[in-house]
């Protein structure tokens, strides 16, 4: 089935890189997440929705008058991702029960709408004035969503109740919001440029760009302690040379600007953009591709401010930044944006669902100590939970999950690109692909080509930044790039990579002070960790490397058969009996050993950790001092 993509830029956008519209994930690794997520974890979404009191206010606001609301003040925005879920659900296979789920939601929301357009339940319900407190109201937050879930609605089946809700919502916006009304948390602009993409209506572009343009004046209501670079309105989106303040926010700020950027030709902004963008993974981005160093405000640190253990990496922040660089590189063809796509796909996205799909991580700490406070609901030491109040993520992860199929291909004039790898297929216009690959657990990749038109076109395949060892079609590959083969091809021909997937070790550069001297374990796209659950009668921070000779292992106990962990030699701290009850003394001479016995290390995929069960875990480990 052919369906448009999550992004659409315009004809006439600036972009070097265009979406294709036949992607399919057939099976792998990504399709057993994405079976999941079909058959549990949206069933569950729509429950938990539902009992969080969300579609209750939409019958409340369907009768008008004022009434209780139930829930957060952006409850609306959880409806709307759960049925973009639903919808990108029904483009890959249509199915009853989804079909009547999304029309029963659909309806209600369109039955909450007010006469001229606007809607959002806590204002209609409390009676609170419209845009009088965008600094926390999120208004124009919950609009983007709306605006995002009828465009995918649309798109993927055809169906245009949202879309008619969320084109009156966006006639309102464009007529009577306040000239210099931004809301405190960026959205609506994405939602804006992609709903102007769908139905051609300039207003909207028009708007979002005013949106973008009106950040950085300071023009929000500061509130309690947060500056204005909280809810980026510090400095102007084309005057900034990093991200800063709430994490989400900020990519979806990035995301809608780019989208801006492109779609009005606005060539500075998008080079604005990209020098955020490389200041962001350069000084402010974890191994993981998690992002957001600060609990307080969720929020990015400054430079090279990335503790493990107090790492926040919200999962929403992981998704805005997949969103960000998958626009980033439709707009420049850069390959470093796809490679931190995948790695964020794998390592920051992936851990904030379990394996059964009922539970969620809000927060993705790199390293969680023995004895770590579980205080919080959202603290990883209390492991995955069921829902959150602030129920953000677990609808996020739905959505892109639905939509994953969209981000494995790319075309341009000159034929196809392949940035990401699983099996299935790849439809572009005359151009039918079969992928054949075990990635991410082997390097090996098949493309087959299936139908082929007969003149010459370019089939480009992405080599990972990481392949220092990969090879295409018998020939050496150079990593951070694309493996290029131009030809007159016929159906039959096949291209072969091998990625040289291999376990390695990765090291901080020196001014990420709290990983010197540490190192973590990486193979393929995969960021490994220590876990508690692997080493009986040993505590995971007492662990060290010993020595650099990684190896692959069979299946561990509790995880997929698939899996593949590395297995090291490694040393458990020594416990001096003379440390006096102080953790501090002095300092181990070069000659004194600091560690006891040799202990069997088992590295998994830390996207995996604490489904077997809460725990000490951590990515960095010490190296033995010998």
Partial sequence: MSVDPVVRPGSGAAVALRPVTGARIHDGFWEARQRVNREVTIPLGGERVRDSGAFGNLRRAARGGPAEHEGKIFADSDVYKWLEALAWERGRREDDGLARSYAQASELVAAAQCADGYLHTHTQLTGRRRYSDLASSHELYCAGHLMQAAVAGRRATGDETLLRVAAGFADHLAKDLPPDAIDGHPEVEMGLAELHRETGVPAYLDLAARQVAARGRSLIQLKGHHGPGYRQDRVPVAEATTVEGHAVRAMYLAAGATDVAVETSDLDLLAALGRQWRDMVATKTYLTGGLGSNWYGEAFGGHHELAPDTAYCETCAAIGSVQWSWRMLLATGDPAYADLVERTLYNAVLPGVSLDGEHFFYVNALRVRAGADPDDLRSPARGRQGWYGTACCPPNVMRLLSSLDHYLATRDADGVQLHLYAPGTVRAGDVL?????????????????????????????????????????????????????????????????????????????????????????????????????????????????????????????GLPADVVPVTARGRAHVHREDDGGFPYRAAVAPHEPEHGGPVDLTFVPYHLWANRGAGPMTVWTPMHRT
């Fill in 433 to 557: 692909l079969e992928v054949e690959t075990g990635y991410p657990w082997t390097g090996r990749v098949e493309i087959v080509v299936k139908e082929t038109p007969g003149h010459p076109w370019t089939l480009a395949c992405r080599i990972p930044a990481w392949a220092d060892a990969a090879g295409a079609d018998g020939q050496t590959a150079e990593p951070g790039g694309y493996h290029r083969v131009r030809r007159t091809w016929r159906p039959g021909d096949r291209v072969e990579l091998d990625l040289g997937i291999r376990p390695r070790l990765t090291a901080a550069v020196p001014r990420l002070d709290v990983a010197r001297g540490q190192v973590a374990v990486e193979r393929g796209p995969l960021v490994y960790c220590l876990e508690q659950a692997d080493h009986p009668g040993v505590i995971v921070d007492d662990l060290c490397l010993a020595a650099a000779d990684l190896r692959d292992a069979g299946p561990v106990a």
